[in-house]
Each structure stands twice: as C-alpha cells, then as structure tokens.
C-alpha cells in the first residue's frame, strides 16, 4: 500500500498562506485608499470591509497554518492543538461576517438606490423651486415698477380725461339705463342753468327734452343703433329758456348686449343758429332791399315830378282855398311818401366811406337822449344809464348811429307805452376789441314767435299807419354796415340786466377800427 | 397584601381616570404580580436549571461548514448581482468577478476536504517523523486523492486574493483619476 506524501501540500500550505497575508494587506491598503478618497462611496466602504474581513480570515488562518509548522518542527505539537480550535471558531465568523457583509451590501445598495432616486426627484424638484423662486424673484423685484408704471399710464389717462370732461365747452353727461343722469361736466351744469352737479343728478334726461317725440326718437335710435349722431334737440333750461343742442351718442351695453346706460355729447348750436337765422335775414334784408332800391328809385322821379306840380298849383289857387287845402293835403301825402321812399333808399343804400369819422359813442348817445328824453318823461318814461367811462372812439357815421339809437329808443318807447325804464349800458370788450351798447326796456317782452321776424322789412305789431316797419329793419342795415351786429334776446339773457327788471334787450356790438383800438384814459 | 392593597385603589383610578391609561396601568401591575409568583414558586419548588445545553464535539464543525455554505451563498449572490445588475464596467470589475469566482471555488473546495476528513479513517494520516515523513496512507482511493488535491485550497484561494487586489488597485487608480478631473474642473 502506497501512501502519498504530504510535504507539498504543506509546501503549498505554507507559502500560500505567506501570500494571502501579503496580498490581504496589500488588498487592506488598496481598500483604505479608496475609501479615504471617496469617504461617502457604498461600494468602497462595503469593499474595505470585505477586505478587513480577509485580512483577518487571512492572518488567523494563515498564522495559524504557519504556526502549526514552526510548533511541529519545535515539537510542541499539542500547542497547536490548543490553538486550533481559536483559528477555526475565527474563521467561522469572519466568513459569516463576509456574508452578512455581502448581503447587507446588497440591502443598504437597494436603500441608497430609493434614497438617490428621492434626491433625484428632490434635486429636479428643487431646481423647478428655484426656477419659480427665480420668476418669483424677478417679478417681485420688477412689480413694485410695474405698479407704478401702471398707475402713472393710469394717472396720465385720467387726467386726459378728466381734462376732456372738465375743460370742454361742450356738454358731456352719462345716463343710467333708465335714462337719469348720472353725471355732467361743469359747462352742462352751466348750459342748462344750474349751479351744482347734484342738481341734475337723477334728474330723467327726457325732461330735459322740449319736445317728447324728440325724446321717443332720441331713445328709440339709442337702443336700435347704440348711437346716435348729430341729433338736433331742444332742450329747456332752468330758467324756461330753450337751447338749441346736437347730441351725439352712444349707449352702454353689457355682455348681453343689454343696454345699461348711455354717454353723449352735446354741443350748443344756439349762437349758430340764431347767427344762421340772422344770415337767413340779412339775405331776405339784402334781396329786399334790392327791390326796394330799384322800386324807390323809379318811384321816386314821379313823386318829384308830383309834388313839383302840386306846389305849382298850391301858387296858382293861393286865391281858392278849396282846392289850396285839397293840394296842401296831396303835399303832404306825396311828402310822406318820399319820406317811405328816403327810408326804403336808406336802408338798401351802402355806407359812405366819407361820412364816416371818429366817434364817441357815450356823447352820441346822450345827444339822442336830449332830443327824445322830453318825450319818454311826458310818458312817465326815464332813461336809466350806465355808460362805461373812458370808451375807446369808433370809426363811423355820426348821423347815422344816431338814427339807430333813436329807433331803438322809439321801439322801447312804443314796447313800453306808458310808465317803465328804459337802460342803456355801454361796455367795451378789450379782448374782442369790440363796443357793446345794450338798450332794455321793461315792456312786455317779445313773443318768441315773433322774435325772430322783428328785423324783417314792413313787420310791425303796432297798429295800420302807424309804423312802417322798417325801423329796425333800417337800423340792422346801418350796424352792418358798420360792421357790427345786433342780437336781441327776451328775457335777456345777462342776470344783472334781469335785476334792473328788464324784459328785453338789443345787443348793438359795434367793432373798432385798428387805429381806435385804444381807451381815452389810455 | 400588596395586591389587595392595591386592587381598592385600582378600581378608584379606573373610575375618574381614561379608559386606555387605565389599561396600560392594570397589565403592567399584573405583570409584576405573576413575575413576583413565579419568583416565589421556583424559590419554594427549585428544579434543574433548563437554559444552558452543552453540545457535542460535531457542533464547531458543523457550524464551519454551515458558515462556508454561507459565505458561498453571498459569493453566488454577489456574482449573480453584479452579473445582472452592474453597478460599473471595465477591468476592475472583470477582475472582482474573478476574484469572487475563485473564492467560491475555494469555499466548495474547503467545504469537500472537512467533508472528506470526516471520512477518512484513523491512521489515514501518518503523521510520525519530521514533516517530510508525513503522508497520506495507501489504498489511494478516488476519496483520498480528492482528499490529497483538495488538501491544496491555496490554489484557489491565493488566486482569489490577487485578483481582490488588482480590482482595488484599479478602482482606486480610477478613483484618483476622476478626483483629480473633479479638482481641475472646480
């Protein structure tokens, strides 16, 4: 029986083990090194372990083999004997250590793994708070500008308007849907005769309106169109008096196209109507006198020739005084007409530079008041003046401004018939470098039916015979030529004339020439 | 006397105190009440005691043998891991697999000789003289001459080790390298 011998396994054994112990410290060295780099690594700290444990597995086994050699050849066998076990119970643990080291590895790799996909999430979470930070950082920063950009854009608009709605001359106003006004400027507060914006607030528009089928017609194209333009509407004024208004307006309406109320804008055509009117007139006047003239002109040869004759025959029957007093009275009839046919050539005749010079018009009119107050008092008739001291002089015909002033007068005279005031106030408009003289009287007024044909030729309220009606037909003709015009108002417009208990007022505007422009006091 | 003491003052607690601390109170005094019972039973009727058992001579060996199966097992599942869930490619990794594929084969192979030593018989090992005269004695059987090679573990083993240490040699290399590239960056 042949056995095998052991020595090369011992060789093997012995050697080996010199080498794990090298090699697991090497490992060890190794392992230390990388953990120390990357401290917070898994894979390194679990390797490190993995070679300590080696390092121990290899050191006691390997000792311990190497001992049994030295204890052998020193002949203490029984001293390995003793150490054996020690060796075998370190080896048992130190590869159940490496296993729960393994598995524990796996375990805390599996923990990491959830751990670093919630970093993962966390971080992309994170970056998208930062970019919302970021955002919110930057609008927060921009926002405080952005507000007051907001509000000067804001401020600036409202001034805009607010400059619109208060500075204009023309009427603005807001209605609520049941057509109440909800809001007027200051120059429709002073249209329509009011004081305070609270005055009108509430107040229904139709009751503004003089004619309720305007109103109908007004509200009904509101609704149908959402605008109306260029409406012309009466509307009446605190006082009673009219105004003659273009309304253009829009309605307001909801997301249902309900209408909710309404803004608009009126402007006062008074002035351009009655300035219209006037132009109307001034043609009627100018075609009038057209016929006038020429009918005047032919008529009047034949009267000369008329009362030539009949003077002629006044001397040739001085001794029948019968037939004398019949000529006498064809005289003065025939006189009477020339007179009709002077005034008719007055009035279409045109003005002659040569007559005109410079004129003071305050001395023109107390002139006129010596010759004609006698007669106003014998009426119980005075005269109330109130002429503006230092009136720049005008540049007219004396004659003929005097002519006006005594047809004015007369008219108020004849208004008033017994027991009134006649005013007369002169004033002088710096600005519009204009002469106003204002003659009132405190008659009955006239009828506005009738107010806007008083300046026509041959219209007269008075009685047959006894006016011709070409007063003041004759006296716009002159203001005209002067360059001026005359507005008559009833009740007048101005409240201190209204105080002085006036019921009708000329306005007589008269311009100054270049070289007159100046005040005496001046 | 305690627990009759006791028990009047319990059922006065009970009444004003909540239901749920009540509770706790009563199971921790009956606790003490049985530990105190048994005390004095085992003081009054003492008996062997049954907590310490001495094993056998087999046990240590067992244990070893449990703790190789162990350690392999780790080894198959760590190479399974790395296998079908790698955590990183290139040399140091291919290195590691091996490493651990020859500690494996170590294990089986130490796991086979403390099998077969078992079986050996007496006198299987003649073990007289100077270490030169130890060998393992005829008939060689195919279980003695696994006995003979396996005996030479450190093929296996000492293999393992060195490629555990070229794996860690690289990745610390690699390591160094990226801290480097990390600190020149920054």
């Known amino acids: 029986m042949m056995g095998l011998p052991l020595f090369p396994v011992f060789i093997v054994d012995f050697f080996g083990s010199a080498l794990m112990i090298i090699l697991s410290v090497t490992a060890s060295f190794h392992a230390r090194r990388l953990v120390r780099l990357n401290p917070k690594n898994v894979l390194w700290t679990y390797l490190f372990w ?88 930057n609008l927060n920063t921009t926002l405080e500008q952005r507000v007051e950009n907001r509000t000067r854009e804001l401020k600036v608009s409202e001034q805009k308007f607010r400059h619109l709605y208060e500075g204009s001359k023309d009427m603005i106003f807001f209605c609520d849907a049941g057509g109440r006004i909800n809001g007027i400027n200051s120059s429709g507060i002073e249209m329509l005769g009011y004081d305070r914006e609270e005055e009108l607030i509430g107040c229904p528009l139709p009751s503004l309106f003089v004619d309720e089928e305007k109103w109908a017609k007004y509200y009904c194209r509101l609704g149908s169109q959402g605008h109306v333009r260029d409406f012309e509407v009466e509307l009446l004024r605190r006082d009673g008096s009219h105004l003659y208004m273009m309304i253009t307006a829009t309605a307001i309406v909801d997301e249902a196209n309900n209408m909710q109320g309404s803004e608009g804008i009126a402007k006062d055509l008074t002035h351009f109507k009655m300035m219209t009117d006037q132009l109307i007139q001034s043609e009627n ?34 001794d029948r005084p019968e037939v004398l007093e019949t000529l006498r009275i064809v005289e003065k009839q025939t006189r009477i007409c020339k007179r009709i046919v002077a005034d008719l050539l007055k009035f279409s005749r045109h003005s002659l530079e040569g007559d005109k010079k410079s004129v003071d018009i305050n001395q023109c009119i107390e002139e006129v008041l010596a010759i004609v107050e006698h007669s106003l008092n014998m009426d119980f008739i005075y005269v109330q003046r109130s002429l503006e001291e230092g009136l720049p002089d005008i540049y007219a015909d004396p004659e003929r401004l005097k002519q006006v002033m005594v047809n004015f007068i007369n008219n108020a005279h004849h208004a008033i018939d017994k027991e009134g005031i006649i005013g007369i106030w002169t004033h002088f408009d710096a600005h519009c470098r204009e002469l106003e003289i204002i003659i009132g009287d405190t008659g009955p007024g006239i009828p506005p039916e009738v107010i806007s044909r008083i300046f026509d030729p041959f219209f007269t309220t008075k009685g047959v015979g006894k006016g011709t009606g070409l007063g003041l037909s004759v006296s716009f003709g002159i203001i005209k030529d002067h360059g001026g015009h005359v507005e008559v108002f009833s009740p007048p417009r101005d409240p201190d004339i209204v105080a002085a208990g006036m019921r009708t007022a000329f306005h007589i505007t008269l311009p100054l020439q270049p070289e007159m422009s100046t005040p005496k006091d001046q | 006397m305690l627990t009759c003491k006791a028990a009047p003052q319990l059922s006065n607690i009970s009444t004003v105190q909540h239901n749920s601390h009540s509770g706790i109170f009563l199971s921790r005094v009956f606790c003490l009440r049985s530990f105190f019972l048994l005390l004095c039973w085992l003081t009054v009727f003492p008996q062997d005691a049954r907590a310490v058992q001495v094993h056998g001579s087999p046990e240590g060996l067992y244990v070893h043998q449990m703790a190789h199966l162990f350690f392999a097992a780790a080894l198959v599942f760590l190479l399974l891991l790395i296998h079908y869930r790698p955590i990183g490619k290139g040399k140091a990794w291919g290195y590691f697999k091996l490493s651990l594929f020859f500690f494996l084969l170590w294990n089986i192979d130490t796991f086979g000789v403390h099998w077969l030593t078992l079986r050996l018989p007496e006198g299987a090992i003649i073990s007289r003289g100077s270490l030169m005269e130890h060998q393992l004695a005829g008939p060689l059987t195919l279980e ?43």
């Open chain 1, 285 to 318: 006047l100018a075609s009038v006198g057209q016929l006038a003239a020429g009918v005047a002109h032919e008529i009047n040869t034949p009267l000369g020739i008329i009362l030539g004759y009949t003077q002629l025959l006044e001397e040739d029957f001085t």
């Open chain 1, 50 to 137: 993995l070679c300590m444990a080696l390092v121990a597995f290899a050191l006691s086994r390997s000792i311990g083999h190497m001992l049994r050699f030295i204890f052998i050849l020193l002949d203490f066998p029984h001293v390995w004997e003793t150490l054996s076990p020690y060796s075998g119970g370190l080896n048992t643990l130190v590869f159940s250590s490496v296993a729960v080291l393994t598995f524990y590895y796996y375990n805390v790799q599996g923990v990491i793994q959830r751990v670093r996909d919630d970093a993962n999430s966390l971080a992309r979470a994170n970056r998208q708070l930062e970019k919302v930070h970021a955002e919110l950082r």
């Open chain 2, 144 to 186: 003695r001459l696994a006995y003979y090679f396996g005996r030479l573990d450190h093929l296996f083993c000492v293999p393992g080790m060195w490629f555990l240490v070229l794996s860690l040699r690289h990745f610390s290399v690699q390591s160094e390298k990226q801290e480097n590239s990390a600190e020149n960056a920054s």
